[in-house]
Every structure is written in structure tokens, then in C-alpha cells.
């Protein structure tokens, strides 16, 4: 298998028509003839907070004004399923009519705090066979306005109300890396202190090895943070549940985090689903251990028992198991958390989301 011949080496599909009126930055706004003060107009946009009946508070001139320029729509929330443990699943429709998906994960002990899990694309190119959204294939990338627009969303309907309690991960549907430019603009725009004001510590990409991807994210300014869904220890293994490492194998993608250079205050993140038979024996510890090398310490390794699924016949672990492997990595120098995802009585955890062929059946997301 080649550079060139994988789906997602292909652009993924975008959406036509007038850019969405929160994929610009004041400056933009400015150019395209705003009437008024373009950083006004998009502290107002941006800032949910100050928004009025859950649109923001622009004044008829610039409204209209705006109207002529750019799209107003924002992703749409059509659907809650709140979980059992807090989180809450949201299905959000997109102008067109496509459909993405949400969650929303405050914290638990009296924190204001909140993580919402992200979609990057409707659907994904990726095809890993334990992942829900990996069963729809790519539809198109997400517009950065409606990267955002997810966020300003849900923010508005559930908060928080301020930008600096909100924690972000690109782990929902799609794979962020094969929409690199939208995303980053998103991230951007995310961090413009008239806006959201998000620090890039704060915001996580999960990828699921798109070294072409990594390569470039590491060029970029700013940086988020980056989180790689590993989930196998032998190319045979991992080729098998993720197509990716067909082109990119598992010693590229070591190579290509020993290219990202890690910056002070920087992390990794690993994510390896656990799914029984497949990828937690002793031995895949002992490889795991061995792959990430330098990397053991001082990095997170989250251990993911799998989300069982209709789209996937993989399995979880039973506790013993996930315990015992999270013990043979601790016993080599790992720095291990098990992840009880949120939200898994309304698939709403990772490996669950996924819209099927009606309404949201499964769910997007890699680890
Ligand atoms: S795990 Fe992530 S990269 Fe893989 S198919 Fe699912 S959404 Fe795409």
C-alpha cells in the first residue's frame, strides 16, 4: 500500500456557499466592508454569554450587513441524551442538512469546568473497524465556522459561560488531521482573546497515525496539544483494525513524534482501546512499553476499555484483564490511567458515536 492510493489521501468533499460568519477574523470582517467596529462585531459573535434568545446581539444594520456577506446559520442542536454520569450526547444538524455529534462532560465534583468531545468531519475516511463513524465513510469536512459553531452551540444551550472553564478534544467524528486547515483556523479563532480566549493546553487533536498530518501540525503556530489512538503493538495487529498503518507504519509514526519537539509544558497523549483478544495480553504490554520507549514517562497513556457497539464485534476486557494490563504497563515505567468513558449509556462514549442510516444509530469518534 502507497502514499496516494488511500481515501484519505483524497480532500474530503466541502461544503459550497457563503463562509459561515464565525470562520472570520475581525480583520476579514473589516475587508469585506463591516459598518461598524469589526472587533464589536466579533466580540458579539463569539462570546455566547452575551447572546440574546440564543443568537447574538448584533443590531439590525450589521446583521443585515453581515446576512449579505456570510451564512448566519449555526449548527443546529436537535437532539440530548443526557447520561447516567453527567455527560449529556448532543446531535447537531449542519446548514445542509448533515448531521454531527457532541458530548458534553462537565466534571464531576463540584468544578465548573467542562470537556466537550468534538467531530472534525461528518463521517471519516479512516475505516478502523472498531469505530462506529468509521462504518459511515467521509461525507465532508466540517467549515471552520462550524467547528466552532459546535462549540458556541453548546455552549449556549448548556454552558459554561465563559471560555476559559472549557476543556476541548477533537475526538468525535472524523479524523481531524484530514481537515488540517479548517481546523486549524477554527483553533484560531477559538483562541482570539475577543472570542473565546481557549489556550492551546487546552485543546487536544486525537489523531489515529495521519503522519502526513503530524508532520504539518508540528510546522504549525499555534499548537494544540496532540493525542494519538494507538490500539495495536505489531503492524500486523494494528493494519488490521486501522488502515492508516498500511501506509504509515508503527516505527513512522514513532518517528514522527520524535520529529514533533516537544514544547515546555507540552504532553502526550496515547490512547489504546482495550479490546479483549484482540490487544491486551502481557506481550502487547511488554511492545507497548518498549514502543513508547522515552516516551513512558511524563506522557499520559489512557487505557480505554472498549465501547461495545452493533457496527463492531470486538469486545471489552473483563475488569481483571483491564486491570491486570494497566498493571504489567505500570510495572514498566508507564504512566497509565484507565478511562471510564462518558456518556456510554447513550453511545455516547468513545468508538460509539456514529450516525447510521435515520437518526444517530452509533457514533463517531477513535480513542
Ligand atoms: S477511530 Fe477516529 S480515525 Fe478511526 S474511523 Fe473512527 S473517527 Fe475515524
Redesign the pocket.
Known sequence: MTVGSMPWDRPAPERAGLPSAWSLFPEELAALGCPGSALETFRRLHRPWTWKDGAPDLGSGIRRWLEGVADLRLPRIVEQQPSADGATKLALDLADGKRIEAVHMPRKVRNPRVTYCLSSQVG?????T?????SMGILRNLQPGEILGQVLAVMAELGPDRGHLLTLVF?????PLHNLEHLHRAIRLMGHPAGLGIGMGRITV???GLVSGIEKLAKLEPRPMLAL?LNATTDEARSRT?P?NRVWDLARLRQALDAWGLKRGEKLTFEYVLLAGENDTEADAERLAAWLGDLRRGHNLNLIPMNEHDASSFRQPGEARVQAFSDWLKARGCFVTVRRSRGRDVQGAC?QLVKGKDLHERR????
Open positions: 471519516c475516511a479512516m475505516g478502523c472498531f469505530c462506529a463513524t468509521g475526538m468525535g467524528m472524523g479524523e486525537s489523531t489515529s489512538s486501522m492508516v468508538g463517531i469518534s477513535h480513542g
